[in-house]
């Protein structure tokens, strides 16, 4: 999952960074509306948290720009505490939820889940696949109910075979969707860490598939993925 936030405070996102990132999310960070608007255009992200209150660009003019391009990426605005009437903009501009100033960092980490799972189309929070599952908040993987041990490269490769089980993945794509701006991952990294990945889900029967030339997909099972309650 890759998450934008844009944030003026640099000191608030640099903590909102860290935390979520330490969670397994993709981070990048803007600390303006004309970046935010450029990079928006620019990449994919699976969640925006947009603060209102963006030099160059308000945030209701990079949230108005956004859904003017019919774009359906979750977005999580965040105010200050007495800015109801700029939270009740936002909703009405196509927000999906929201946060007033200063709040708890556990209380955001817990919306964006559910922001980034209603937008994966999951309606649970256990992925299912043979004798695998993966849970989406605590984003642990268990073989037979035993934590599966993985890196945090390994989890978040995991979540995105799973999240598109039976589909082909490329290399690039990879990249993509594990690296934040500046970071460099090469092709052949990625091939290390599925090598690694594929050998740790080998007692689950989960099976990593190599199309040559083409990329991987995660081999779906005949009556397909499933959900745990």
């Not at 303006?32 to 928006?40: I, Q, T, V």
């Not at 948290?49 to 949230?63: A, E, Q, T």
């Not at 993945?169 to 690694?196: M, P």
Request: with cysteine; glycine share 8%.
């Amino acid at each position: 999952m890759r998450i934008l936030i844009a944030e003026d405070d640099s000191i608030l996102a640099d903590g909102l960074s860290r935390s979520l990132r330490g969670d397994g999310y993709v981070v990048d960070v803007v600390h303006d509306g004309s970046a935010a608007d450029s990079a928006l255009q620019l990449q994919s992200f699976d969640l925006l948290i947009l603060d209102l209150g963006l030099p160059l660009m308000p945030g209701l003019g990079v949230l108005r720009l956004l859904r003017q391009r019919n774009s359906q990426i979750p977005v999580l605005i965040l105010t200050a505490a007495d800015a109801v009437e700029q939270r009740v903009q936002g909703l009405d501009l196509g927000a999906d939820d929201y946060m007033a100033k200063p709040f708890a960092l556990s209380e955001l980490e817990a919306r964006v889940r559910a922001l980034t799972r209603r937008s994966a189309g999951a309606s649970t929070t256990v992925l299912q696949h043979k004798q695998l599952t993966f849970d989406l908040n605590g984003r642990i993987a268990c073989i037979h109910g035993q934590p599966l041990e993985l890196s945090a490269r390994e989890t978040t490769l995991l979540e995105i075979f799973l999240s598109r089980c039976g589909r082909m993945i490329s290399k690039n794509q990879f990249v993509d969707l594990l690296c934040e701006w500046g970071e460099e991952v090469t092709t052949n990294a990625i091939e290390v860490y599925i090598h690694r990945l594929r050998k740790k889900l080998e007692p689950s029967g989960a099976r990593i598939v190599t199309v040559r030339g083409l990329g991987y997909c995660l081999e779906p099972e005949t009556r397909g993925n499933t959900l745990a309650a």
